[in-house]
């Protein structure tokens, strides 16, 4: 999939749909020819865990967590648990990137089938917090949460390697 612009008129869903997959690709451009040593560098002092591929791990989760968990209720393994409570920014042992985003592209192929056809107003099939969530709060949350993330991917590409997005 390449990143289209996103079209100025449509229907909600096929709105909301276009932009999260806007921000889905952005994650791919913004890692475009990282190296793998960059890739795992955490450059800001405060956030060891902020990595290049911590970020596409975690956004793998995300994705997991609501698209699986929450808007089909299944049940998947936890990407991250109580003792570990950062375990999807962890690099995984024999995993670079590449891996990564692999992974990131898998799981979100499995988000858009899982939404395909719901509307925005239908009702999860699972929780959150005990609350009942609409498709539309996961979209427009996922929508946030990849573009914010997008933002860190900024950030730490530039404080690695140099590399300025657009």
């Known amino acids: 999939m390449t ?38 560098r955490a450059p800001l002092p405060a956030s060891p865990l902020t990595t290049i591929g911590g970020l596409v791990q975690h ?3 995300v994705e997991s967590m609501w698209f699986e968990r929450v808007v089909a209720g299944l ?3 936890e990407h991250w648990t109580a003792a570990d409570p950062d375990l999807e920014w962890r690099r995984r042992p024999g995993e670079g990137l590449a891996e990564a ?14 939404v395909a056809g719901l509307v925005p107003d239908a009702l999860c099939a699972g ?39 657009d």
């Not at 997959?21 to 990282?34: L, N, S």
């Not at 993330?149 to 140099?162: K, M, Q, T, Y």
Request: charge should be negative; hydrophobic fraction near 45%.
């Open 101 to 114: 985003l692999a992974a990131y592209r898998a799981q979100c192929d499995v988000s858009r089938r899982l």
């Open 3 to 40: 990143r289209a612009e996103v079209p100025y008129t449509g229907d909600e869903s096929a709105l909301l749909a276009a932009w999260l997959d806007f921000h889905r690709e952005t994650v791919h451009q913004k890692c475009a020819g990282v190296a793998e040593a960059d890739a795992w």
């Open 75 to 77: 049940e998947v393994p």
């Open 127 to 165: 929780r959150r917090h005990g609350s009942v969530v609409s498709v539309r709060w996961v979209l427009l949350h996922m929508i946030e949460e990849t573009a914010r993330h997008n933002g860190h991917l900024d950030a730490v590409r530039e404080c690695v390697d140099g590399v300025v997005g």
């Open 59 to 61: 956004l793998t989760a």
